[in-house]
């Protein structure tokens, strides 16, 4: 089945920053919404945040004014800078299309958030 590729994650200390990025096939990523999800160790994967085909973006309460969500295109990449990264930020980071899971949940990328 197609799916996306995850990459970028990593350990980083509190108030530390990463840029993740997501490869979906060109046959899916030009055409829909997309987003990135985080799946936390014991808890639901949840949406961070969702990014429109023309580039309309939406936030969760717990990403606003510290992550930004962009796309490019022409590369069918997606990509979410994460600033002043918290404890609480970290897990599993995937990304699909939104509201329909259109592909296979990839690998996904592993973000730690600790001193």
């Known amino acids: 089945q197609v799916q996306p590729v995850e990459s970028g994650g990593g350990l980083v200390q509190p108030g530390g920053s990463l840029r993740l990025s997501c490869a979906a096939p060109?046959?899916?990523?030009?055409?829909?919404?997309m987003g990135w999800y985080r799946q936390a160790p014991g808890k639901e994967r949840e949406l961070v945040a969702q990014?429109?085909?023309?580039?309309?973006?939406i936030y969760g309460e717990s990403a606003k004014g510290r992550f930004t969500i962009s796309r490019d295109v022409a590369k069918n990449t997606m990509y979410l800078q994460m600033n002043s990264l918290e404890p609480e930020d970290a897990g599993v980071y995937f990304c699909?299309?939104?509201?329909?899971?259109?592909?296979?949940w990839g690998q996904g990328t592993q973000v730690t958030v600790s001193s």
């Open positions: 060109s046959s899916i990523a030009p055409f829909n919404t």
């Open positions: 990014i429109s085909r023309d580039g309309y973006t």
């Open positions: 699909n299309t939104f509201p329909t899971r259109l592909m296979s």
